[in-house]
């Protein structure tokens, strides 16, 4: 049967159609009463389309953002009327018969095609308004597109796409389980997954050789301006009988060709950088860089061994050497106005001249062989600056943020490019300062890296670990690691993090049952495609993203949540609410 509301698309009446009659239906975008003529522009998901009338009288109740259905001819405009803008510009179509199909009766909330000016809270609560701003619904078809592509990719490859469990048991994975009440058993409790982690495992000792899933993930943690609360979208694949490199070249074709398929900026050639952990953290100050900022930190601490300046002594310090500054002295004061406020005691920098002598409050302090070792360190050259932050606990992320702004302030971070790199080689464990207690720095399933001889014989402070990020243009794009497939090394590595066999038994027990049955090596990642969508598009917001996202405090105006349930409810699954 025949669609009864149109027979084309609007943005599809094309000037082939002059002299026909079509049936097109949407939207009702504008109107202009001329008195003796009507003008009112239709759209729809495709375009847009002018309409014409000589019977302005017969539109009375056409109010805008109403949908119809109108039959009418289309006819060619005049060469003086002709929209060289508009893709349906050279037509317009004379109506024939309307019907109003949904009236739209209410005041709008604001205006649909400056929905982005509004305050996100009431774009939120009105979202379905908001989606029909041309801009903001693009979004969503961009994600459906991007995700599309992902699908191909990733079966071009042999991976099989399946689906695993959202109701599953709760797990100590590092961010708050979404938890959910059994009405069937009394005080117990569901979760929804933070990622589909143990379940990929399984499947590879279950055979399969490679997977995927555009899988959510829900996790009860603060949202920021490139993560979501509570759900997010991530691409997670593992395989079986393979190496970090095997996760690395799968990874880095995902991430070359999406971007330069979908982007229109510069991207880093294949293979990507590799940097590990330990020198992204000294040169960069974070585990994330973005490395289309030039700066650069050093290593200072040893040139001030023997400083008699007391704010240097028994501390870390390190530098960040800029060429060719022209600020005022208001703009270094707030400098370290800027290291104060993120937690550090001060900023110390020293402008070299034109005769390499130093100009610095600093250079009282300086023997003559610091001096010349500064110079040779960091490479510095008349009219030159550098910056110095000392602090024995927050060194490596103050010199970290302060690259940042340097970068932003001095304009060096060349946004035309997408600079990808491969951070690997993170520690194992770390050490909890607060309890003297050792606790995994990042994922518990990882393999160290020596195996079972590293975890018997090495300080796990030294122990790294196969786990890898993918990081572009400092935002974490990608996390993954080679699997720890050992029965006895999973219950030796939890040992050293204070947990004894039976608390490994009851939180992983199908891990721990199914590596019994003949475990394959595996490894995988785990793309974030929200924060791709983000970075190809350029939003600063992630939220633009998704088509209904929770708002930055996650509640939810438009469909009314978090929210009260029936007493019944709490009844039926053994929950009583407290004062």
Not at 19 to 46: H, K, Q, Y
Not at 324 to 349: H, V
Not at 377 to 396: G, Q
Request: charged share 30%.
């Amino acid at each position: 049967m025949k669609n009864k509301y149109r027979t084309i698309y609007c943005g599809e009446v094309t000037k082939e159609y002059v002299g026909t009659e079509v049936r097109v239906a949407g939207w009702v975008d504008s109107i202009r009463n001329l008195g003796s003529l009507m003008f009112m522009v239709v759209r729809d998901e495709t375009g847009i389309v002018q309409l014409i009338s000589n019977e302005p009288e017969k539109f009375a109740d056409v109010t805008r953002e109403s949908t119809i259905t109108v039959t009418g001819i289309v006819n060619k405009r005049t060469d003086d009327m002709i929209n060289p803008n508009m893709k349906t510009g050279e037509i317009e179509i004379e109506i024939k018969e309307f019907e109003i199909l949904g009236k739209c009766a209410s005041t709008l909330p604001f205006e649909i095609k400056k929905s982005k000016e509004s305050f996100e809270d009431t774009r939120l609560k009105y979202r379905y308004l908001d989606l029909r701003n041309k801009e903001v619904h693009d979004r969503i078809l961009f994600r459906t597109e991007v995700i599309d592509f992902i699908r191909q990719t990733m079966k071009s490859m042999k991976f099989t796409e399946i689906q695993t469990p959202i109701i599953t048991a709760s797990s100590p994975e590092g961010a708050r389980d979404f938890i959910i009440p059994s009405r069937k058993y009394k005080g117990k409790f569901y979760a929804l997954p933070q990622a589909p982690q143990i379940f990929k495992q399984l499947l590879m000792v279950s055979g399969f050789d490679k997977y995927f899933q555009i899988a959510p993930c829900f996790r009860d943690e603060d949202p920021r301006s490139d993560r979501l609360y509570g759900e997010f979208y991530q691409l997670d694949l593992e395989m079986s009988f393979a190496t970090e490199e095997d996760v690395y070249e799968v990874g880095e074709k995902i991430f070359y060709d999406i971007f330069t398929k979908f982007g229109d900026k510069e991207v880093s050639p294949l293979p990507f950088r590799r940097i590990p952990y330990k020198e992204a953290m000294l040169r960069y100050g974070t585990d994330k860089p973005d490395l289309r900022n030039p700066l650069i930190i050093e290593e200072l601490t040893d040139i001030f061994a023997n400083t008699t300046f007391a704010p240097f002594t028994n501390t870390t310090i390190r530098g960040i050497k800029v060429e060719n500054i022209e600020k005022s002295n208001s703009w270094y004061k707030s400098m370290e106005e800027y290291i104060k406020s993120i937690g550090g005691s001060g900023l110390a920098y020293i402008k070299v001249n034109e005769d390499m002598t130093f100009k610095s409050s600093l250079d009282k302090f300086l023997t003559d062989e610091e001096r010349k070792s500064l110079i040779e360190r960091m490479n510095l050259t008349p009219n030159s600056v550098l910056f110095i932050v000392a602090d024995k606990k927050k060194c490596a992320k103050l010199t970290g943020m302060l690259r940042d702004k340097l970068g932003l302030e001095l304009d060096l971070i060349d946004k035309n490019k997408f600079e990808f790199c491969i951070i690997n080689d993170f520690p194992f464990y770390e050490e909890n300062e607060e309890e003297g207690t050792i606790d995994f720095s990042h994922n518990p399933f990882s393999m160290p890296q020596g195996g079972m001889d590293a975890l018997n014989n090495k300080n796990p402070l030294d122990i790294l670990a196969y786990q890898y990020d993918f990081v572009c243009n400092g935002y974490e794009m990608a996390s993954g690691g080679v699997r720890n497939h050992s029965t006895e090394m999973l219950r030796k590595a939890f040992e050293i993090a204070g947990y004894d066999e039976e608390v490994v038994k009851s939180k992983f027990p199908s891990l721990y049952t199914a590596f019994n049955f003949g475990a394959p090596p595996h490894a995988g990642m785990a793309p974030g495609i929200d924060r791709i969508l983000m970075l190809l598009k350029d939003e600063e917001n992630i939220r633009e993203m998704v088509a209904f996202p929770l708002s930055a405090n996650g509640s939810d105006a438009m469909m009314g949540c978090p929210g009260e349930v029936f007493e019944k409810q709490l009844r039926e699954t053994h929950i009583k609410i407290r004062d």
